[in-house]
């Protein structure tokens, strides 16, 4: 008898074994989306976790060690220590113009949010422009123009989160160039090419709802 006539009985006997352990193993679960919001096509947001915080007693680190890990550096630290204030504490050197921040908008966020920044929303993608004095209506749409009150929420998000594929790879300029091509669409700023965004004034945009949110009276999250 050949080699050949061993072969497909053998693979016949394993194949059929494969089959009956898939057969036998749990069913395979998936997460459910998040809702769609009816009106917008939107998913809803999921509600935000709740914390623990505040149950435990406090850690007591010189008794707490584990033997493993070192002392974050000082460069380390300052690789994630870049959050923006709305006073605009934390903006870093820099400077962008609308015009650079086009180009870059097509090269690096248009898959997403769409040629007229108008969001994508099978990809989960947000509008970014429009929606302004919607938000009291029936049909509030949620947008960098219509919702954010500090315009250094943008700059913070874009430089920490953004583009999808590659978070935090864009440098000051770029997100400098790309919140004044979003907000020049939006006509929070100049659209003019030459418009120029950078540290100082950014910190003098004013956004639309400026003045939706009240502070929280519990007086947790107040940055002194």
Known sequence: MSMRNFVLPIFCVASGGMAFAQTDSAARTVADLPAEIEETG????????????????????????????????EEQIAQIDIDVMPDGRGLPEGRGTYAEGET???????????????????LGAP????????LASDQ????VESYWPYASTLFDYVHRAMPMDSPG??????????????????????????AVLNAES???????????????????????
Request: aromatic share 6%.
């Open 169 to 194: 790879s864009l440098t000051p300029d770029e997100v400098y160039a790309l919140s004044a091509y979003i907000l020049g669409q939006s006509g929070i700023t100049s659209d003019d090419a030459d």
């Open 140 to 143: 509030p749409v949620k947008t």
């Open 127 to 134: 509008k970014l422009v429009g929606g302004r004095d919607s």
């Open 42 to 73: 939107e998913r809803a947001p999921s509600p935000p976790p709740l914390s623990s915080a505040d149950d435990g007693a406090p850690v007591d680190l010189a008794t707490n060690q584990y033997g493993i890990g070192s002392p974050a550096s």
């Open 104 to 122: 870059l908008y097509a090269d690096r966020c248009l898959a997403c949010h769409g040629e007229n920044l108008e969001g994508v929303a099978e």
């Open 202 to 224: 950014f910190a003098q945009v004013t956004m639309p709802n400026a003045d939706g949110f009240v502070e929280d009276p519990r007086g947790r999250g107040q940055t002194e």
